[in-house]
């Protein structure tokens, strides 16, 4: 059973930083794209950045303007997601999720595979 568990969201101050991490299993790491997502109330759903080990392939959403890192442990089937010098418009629950693809071209339009998502509010 494919499943994925985000963790490392909480409360922070503008320009403050975050990690987040999603842990991966009951797959072939290798064989999947791992994405972030975020959607903040009113919002639509935003495809954040998206890796995959085997492609080597990265993204990032253009809005980041670089403030976001995305990078992944594969001996622990772990992404994560360095989030730095916060905005209070980063406030939102952030997604992880999983596709079954070569690569992550994409990625933003479908994902196969969840997590349940963890609340990020970055005060002023």
């Not at 997502?37 to 993204?59: L, M, N, T, V, W």
């Not at 253009?62 to 442990?73: A, E, P, Q, V, W």
């Not at 479908?110 to 990020?120: Q, R, S």
Request: one cysteine or more.
């Amino acid at each position: 059973e494919v499943q994925l568990v985000e963790s490392g969201g909480g409360l922070v101050q503008a320009g403050g930083s975050l990690r987040l991490s999603c842990a991966a299993s009951g797959f072939v790491f290798d064989d999947y794209a791992i994405g972030w997502f975020r959607q903040a109330p009113g919002k639509e759903r935003e495809g954040i950045s998206c890796i995959h080990s085997r492609d080597g392939g990265i993204y990032y959403a253009d809005s980041l303007k670089g403030r976001f890192t995305i990078s992944s442990d594969n001996a622990k089937s772990t992404v994560y997601l360095q989030m730095n010098r916060l905005k209070t418009e980063d406030t939102a629950v952030y997604y992880c999720a999983a596709d079954r693809r070569s690569n992550c071209h994409g990625y933003q339009y479908g994902m196969d595979y969840w997590g349940k998502g963890t609340l990020v509010t970055v005060s002023s």
